[in-house]
Structure formats: structure tokens, C-alpha cells
């Protein structure tokens, strides 16, 4: 992981520079803030893997040494099937075009992203895939 966090700094590094030279050069707001805010997140992505790749230890992908069944094992617990991503996307569809069209249809998406999100953190904790 940590080839990968200084990869994510490089490149926020990278971008700063960019950023700076296309706001010197074409004074456009949009672009720059695009920019900026790439920085930001390559930034941020770098320091979590940094982070992490400290408490967890060294990896087999950061040893020179390492062989492909080194890295071989469990990943983690991934889903089978889950519907909530699609329902969370559609309450957060339904909250945006509400701030578009009017307000009482923007509180309905919120209240519908807050039910989704519900349903999305806690799906394993009842029905069928309850452990």
C-alpha cells in the first residue's frame, strides 16, 4: 500500500503544479477549481494509504522479494447481492431533481436517501444473509 499512497501524493503534487500554471495562464475559475479539487482528493487518497499501509504493516505488494502466492489468501467479506446501492442512487436521483423542482420533493429524497442509507448499513443485520 505504500507504493500506492506515494503514488496518490505524486500525483496531487502533480496537479498543485498543473492547478497553478493553468490559473497563471487562463485566469478561468471553473478549471482551477476542478483542478483544486483534484488535489484535494489525490491528496487525501495518498494520505489514507499511507495511513493504513503504517498500521496495517508491509504488504506483499510492497516487497521487492515478494511471489504472486504470497499475496494469496481471503480478500475480505465482499456481498452477493445487494439492492440498496440501487435504491440509495435513486433516493439521492429523485433529492437532486427535488432541488431542482421544488422543495417538497427535495425533503422527500432526503427522507428517502436517510431510509436508503439505513437499509444499505444495516442489510446484514436482518433476513436472509443475517450472520
Known amino acids: 500500500m505504500k507504493v500506492q499512497g506515494w503514488l496518490f501524493l505524486l500525483c496531487g503534487v502533480f496537479f498543485a503544479a498543473v492547478d497553478l500554471v493553468y490559473w497563471f495562464w487562463s485566469k478561468e475559475p471553473t478549471g482551477t477549481t476542478a483542478l483544486a479539487i483534484s488535489v484535494g482528493l489525490a491528496l487525501m487518497i495518498g494520505y489514507y494509504l499511507l495511513y493504513t499501509a503504517r498500521r496495517i504493516g508491509d504488504q ?17 467479506f ?54
Open 60 to 76: 506483499p505488494e510492497d516487497r521487492k522479494d515478494a511471489e504472486i502466492s504470497d499475496g494469496a489468501g481471503e480478500l475480505g
Open 78 to 131: 465482499f456481498s452477493p447481492s445487494s439492492w440498496w446501492p440501487l435504491f440509495l442512487c435513486l433516493a439521492v436521483a429523485l433529492m437532486t431533481v427535488g432541488f431542482v423542482i421544488g422543495w417538497w420533493m427535495f425533503i422527500v429524497g432526503v427522507f428517502a436517501v436517510i431510509m436508503a442509507t439505513i437499509g444499505f448499513v444495516f442489510q446484514y443485520y436482518r433476513g436472509h444473509f443475517t450472520h
